[in-house]
T-cell receptor, first 112, second 116 residues
């Protein structure tokens, strides 16, 4: 079946550091790929998405490129802030109906 | 985007009682909603798919008689945890999509259930 694997956390960074969270997927066909962010005690918010190969999703300084050849969708941000401290989930959806397959989540802690 | 509202955000109940959690799509109609459970510091586990006007589809290992799902309208799905036990304490999250294939889902704020 479909699966998403992302790097385990926690990832601890200093403010203004570069952040990369690796995400790879296994799926047949052509899934859409997403990054969701979860702040403490809250639900999930869509951070960015890409629907086809070579698409780049971007939002709030975060970027991720849909790489079909490596089945990857790595999340990057050039300069993190304390407010970026959260749990980040990589996910894919393939079939109609918005049923998501999630990675395990990566907790990011940014220290001042 | 689209707004999905979940209520209550926190609830504490006694063992043996039932708790109902509501999930509403505020500005769109959702024929399908999803209910997830999240354990501390873990990912989301899909519990069931809620289908408007029909029975929910439960994932393997999820007790349908314990976690009752009702999707009576295109904007409301409810999850009722029946005869709650402390091990049911968890963070429950719903999501809904606006339709179409391979599109993103919109999530509610989540409900923190504590059974004492």
């Amino acid at each position: 079946g479909d699966s998403v694997t992302q790097m385990e956390g926690p990832v601890t960074l200093s403010e203004e550091a570069f952040l990369t969270i690796n995400c790879t997927y296994t799926a047949t066909g052509y899934p859409s790929l997403f990054w969701y962010v979860q702040y403490p005690g809250e639900g999930l918010q869509l951070l960015l998405k890409a629907t086809k190969a070579d698409d780049k999703g971007s939002n709030k300084g975060f970027e991720a490129t849909y790489r079909k050849e490596t089945t990857s969708f790595h999340l990057e941000k050039g300069s993190v802030q304390v407010s970026d401290s959260a749990v980040y989930f990589c996910a894919l959806v393939k079939a109609a109906g918005n049923k998501l397959t999630f990675g395990g989540g990566t907790r990011v802690l940014v220290k001042p | 985007g689209a707004v999905v509202s979940q209520h209550p955000s926190r609830v504490i109940c006694k063992s043996g009682t039932s708790v109902k959690i509501e999930c509403r799509s505020l500005d769109f109609q959702a024929t399908t909603m999803f209910w997830y459970r999240q354990f501390p510091k873990q990912s989301l586990m899909l519990m069931a798919t809620s289908n408007e006007g029909s029975k929910a589809t439960y994932e393997q290992g999820v007790e349908k008689d314990k976690f009752l799902i009702n999707h009576a309208s295109l904007t409301l799905s409810t999850l009722t945890v029946t005869s709650a036990h402390p091990e049911d304490s968890s963070f429950y999250i719903c999501s809904a999509g606006k339709g179409g294939s391979r599109t993103e889902a919109f999530f509610g704020q989540g409900t923190r259930l504590t059974v004492v």
